[in-house]
């Protein structure tokens, strides 16, 4: 047995392997805590004692992590998060945590408790770098707002190494693969969609949340005001207050939209039913596009150009770069694009393109001059 100056104390039971940390709590009473190891358990003593110089009372061990999730879900995220992320956490926690640590405690929760799950979720061998990230991101934040709220006394995530950022290397189309790919879907159904994306980097769900009240075709503006959920098919708020932005548009997509408001107007007066919200690009009623709709004809589109599949935000990746690779200040690009920081746009688009590193070359000849005679 080994006694604590500051009035805990640890000892081992041999006869179940373990080791006990006892201490009195700031309610008073005597508290014990118990380990696998000598080392775990002055960990538990030292949390212990911390807690009672704070006047911080014990808090009850019968609250799991599954029933925290459920409270945390219920009220913080569902009040101060987009439908969007609030269905994201729900469907991490309910795949990736409840699973491996859900059962658990939510005060005896330990870093080994978050490592085994990380460890585990990456044996499994189908999940990415990315989503296994996530699910550690998805655990941090919610044990944080248990910390705020008193429910422990520390969050364990954040003692365990984060995984790695999944790397990759972003492949938008190039300026002549841009111009193959207008030839291929000229008087296709979704023309004015795909061009738009491209003239202008929005992204998806503010492009099929765009209604005729925030296009202005005198001026040659659009004006991001919202964004449409992929999956309840509501609008809300824009991503960040930096993606409430004015855009002008460049000539030829100004050219395309004034033609597809006039063919609009043409299957509107034909259709039975019309949705009266006036949105931009529409089904055959006037009703908001299917984002996995969308996303499976641009796939179609490019298989016909014979050019390499991607991802609708890809389109928003080859307008940054292109813009980049023209010369186009970052600040300007952040903007145009919404980030809620320049550092975004620097970190996403930092890589060196061919075009870029020409047009370096090309300035530093102009600076050196004529190379000196022999």
Not at 34 to 46: D, F, G, P, S, V
Request: proline fraction near 4%; charge should be positive.
């Amino acid at each position: 047995m080994t006694r604590s100056t500051t009035g805990g104390m640890i000892r081992e039971h041999p006869a179940r392997s373990l080791w006990e940390a006892r201490w009195v709590g700031a309610d008073g009473r005597k508290h014990s805590a118990y380990a696998k190891t000598r080392h775990l358990a002055q960990e538990r003593l030292r949390a212990g004692l911390a807690a009672a110089d704070a006047g911080i009372k014990p808090i009850a061990s019968k609250l799991t992590l599954n029933a925290w999730l459920d409270e945390w879900l219920e009220t913080t995220v569902a009040a101060r998060c987009r439908p969007s992320t609030a269905r994201s956490y729900r469907d991490v926690a309910r795949r990736y945590i409840r699973p491996a640590i859900g059962r658990r405690s939510l005060a005896k929760l330990t870093p080994e408790d978050v490592t085994r799950m990380l460890v585990d979720l990456t044996a499994r061998g189908d999940l990415s770098p990315t989503t296994v990230r996530y699910a550690y991101v998805v655990l941090r934040v919610a044990l944080g707002r248990a910390l705020k709220s008193g429910r422990v006394t520390r969050n364990v995530a954040t003692l365990v190494d984060p995984p790695s950022r999944a790397t990759f290397e972003l492949a938008p189309l190039s300026a002549m693969q841009v111009a193959t790919f207008r030839a291929a879907i000229a008087g296709h159904r979704l023309e004015a969609l795909f061009l738009t994306a491209l003239g202008l980097g929005a992204r998806q769900g503010e492009l099929l949340a765009l209604r005729w009240a925030d296009v202005d075709l005198e001026a040659g503006t659009v004006t991001i005001r919202a964004t449409l959920d992929p999956l309840s098919g509501e609008l809300g708020e824009p991503k960040t207050e930096h993606s409430r932005r004015t855009l002008r548009l460049p000539l030829p997509v100004a050219i395309v939209m004034r033609r597809h408001r006039v063919e609009q107007a043409a299957v509107r007066a034909q259709a039975k039913r019309w949705d009266s919200r006036g949105f931009v690009f529409t089904t055959s009623t006037g009703r908001p596009l299917s984002s996995q709709n969308v996303t499976r004809d641009l796939h179609a589109a490019l298989a016909a150009a014979g050019l390499p599949r991607q991802r609708f935000h890809d389109l928003r990746h080859a307008f940054a770069t292109l813009q980049l690779e023209a010369g186009a200040d970052v600040f300007e690009v952040s903007r145009a694009l919404g980030h809620a920081s320049i550092a975004t746009t620097a970190n996403t688009y930092g890589h060196f393109t061919r075009a870029m590193a020409e047009r370096s070359a090309d300035r530093m000849t102009a600076i050196l001059g004529e190379p000196a005679s022999g």
